[in-house]
């Protein structure tokens, strides 16, 4: 019995230091194939070099979403429903538009409106509303604007069943992009721009990274992710060219009077990394 214990015991020990040297030789051609790709399990982030599926990289905020239509916790409420506070007119004087029911209204000949608090890159929501009844066509029919760092231009308009230049239409990176569809519904309806918006970035007077573009209308996506080659203005600078002026990195959003009554609500912005 004894010596069949020993037996036992030694071919026990044996299989151990089989399945050791197996395990220390397996870790070396690990190590080994790491060395030839140092990579191939890791990331370079902005908070470190983390291991693939590490759960001691840090997690995201936690941000919560309420009702549909409504913003999430951690955005800026550009527009309190109430009043203009936190706009002004193009000369930082108080603002001639009107502001009743929760909405504001642009005024004919009371010039753009634009917020206090600048800003770069970013993610704005904003809704509106063109006006009923119907009056013009064209580019005279609920025009209006809104622009990201009062330079960059996403055109509002009444596109629906309304025929003018595809650069112009409701929902175009003004002078610059089409949109991919014609989300537009009726006039007199409720319509929404989700924006994400990276803004340029100079150095030396130069653009070292162009403004990029990705819109939602209506939640529908229209333009995704579209790098612009110059500004949005009519005719002005950076119209259609490499960016030969610079600008501020951050400035105001700012909604454009164009002569016709449109509508907004429920404007909101979160800032994102450049």
Known sequence: ????????LAVSLTLLAGCASQQTSEKIETAKVESKNPNRQYV??????????????????????????KPFTDVITLFNGNDLTGWTDKKGEPSKWIVRDGVMESVKGSGPIKTEQEFGSCQLHIEFKTPTPVKGSGQGRGNSGVFIMDEYEIQ??????????????????????????????????WQSYDIL?????????????????????????IHDN??????????????????????PDKAPISL???????????IWIRKLKD
């Open 156 to 189: 509002v308009l009444d596109s629906y069943d309304n025929f003018t230049y595809p650069d112009g239409q409701c929902g175009a990176l003004y002078g610059q992009a089409v949109p991919l569809v014609n989300a537009s519904l009726r006039p007199g309806q």
């Open 256 to 266: 454009q009077d164009h002569g016709n009554p449109v509508k907004f609500k429920n």
């Open 1 to 8: 019995m004894r010596k069949a214990l020993l037996l036992s």
């Open 44 to 69: 370079d982030t902005d908070t470190g070099r983390w291991l693939i599926h590490d759960t001691n990289r840090p997690a995201p905020p936690v941000i919560t979403p309420d009702e549909p239509g």
């Open 226 to 247: 579209v790098e612009l080659k110059g500004g949005t203005q009519w005719r002005g600078p950076h119209k259609i060219s490499d960016y030969d002026t610079t600008h």
């Open 197 to 221: 918006f990276h803004r340029p970035i100079f150095k030396d007077g130069k653009v070292e990274r162009k403004a990029r573009f990705t819109v939602f209308h209506n939640g529908i996506l």
